[in-house]
């Protein structure tokens, strides 16, 4: 490898180059590939995703959304126009650590859904979700 100095010269380039862990790009790679992109909560993009049963239940979902997002967690509502089947089977493809689905029962009793490792456990209150996710996506120390 060579490169033509101002004076017409050819010369060869010198690169210093020190990394602990390699390229950040290479890093993540491994990541991705030893967690085969499911990665442990703490360090998912995307720790839960709420799922509203039927529309009538986006406003109460967007409700939870903001109180796990208050509480450190990084949240999205899934609120497309497709069945509560395919939106959970959406999160789980992604590999979301929780789902929370939300439907009349949980908007009567403030609770929700939670899916969690494959586990759904239902009419768990919304407070009590909320530290179990908490709880769960904290890094590890």
Same mark, same amino acid.
């Given at each position: 490898?060579? +490169? *033509?100095?101002? *004076?017409?010269?050819?010369?060869?380039?010198?690169?210093?180059?020190?990394?602990?862990?390699?390229?950040?790009?290479?890093? @993540?790679?491994?990541?991705? &590939?030893? +967690? $085969?992109?499911?990665?442990?909560?703490?360090?998912?993009?995307?720790?839960?995703?709420?799922?509203?049963?039927?529309?009538?239940?986006?406003?109460?979902?967007? #409700?939870?959304?903001?109180?796990? %997002?208050?509480?450190?967690?990084?949240?999205?509502?899934?609120?497309?126009?497709? *069945?509560?089947?395919?939106? @959970?089977?959406?999160?789980?493809?992604?590999?979301?650590?929780?789902?929370?689905?939300?439907?009349?029962?949980?908007? &009567? $009793?403030?609770?929700?859904?939670?899916?969690?490792?494959? &586990? &759904? *456990? %239902?009419?768990?209150?919304?407070?009590?979700? @909320?530290? %179990?996710?908490? #709880?769960?996506?904290?890094?590890?120390?």
């Amino acid at each position: 490898m060579e +490169y *033509t100095t101002s *004076t017409n010269d050819r010369d060869r380039p010198v690169m210093i180059h020190c990394a602990k862990l390699g390229s950040v790009e290479r890093f @993540i790679g491994v990541l991705v &590939e030893h +967690y $085969a992109g499911a990665f442990p909560c703490w360090l998912a993009p995307v720790q839960a995703t709420v799922v509203p049963v039927a529309d009538r239940h986006n406003d109460y979902g967007a #409700e939870v959304v903001a109180e796990l %997002r208050s509480a450190g967690i990084r949240a999205d509502l899934d609120d497309h126009d497709d *069945t509560v089947g395919e939106k @959970i089977r959406r999160a789980v493809t992604r590999k979301h650590p929780a789902v929370l689905v939300v439907g009349d029962d949980d908007v &009567e $009793a403030s609770s929700v859904g939670l899916r969690v490792d494959g &586990e &759904e *456990t %239902r009419g768990v209150p919304r407070a009590e979700a @909320i530290r %179990r996710l908490v #709880e769960r996506c904290a890094p590890p120390r």
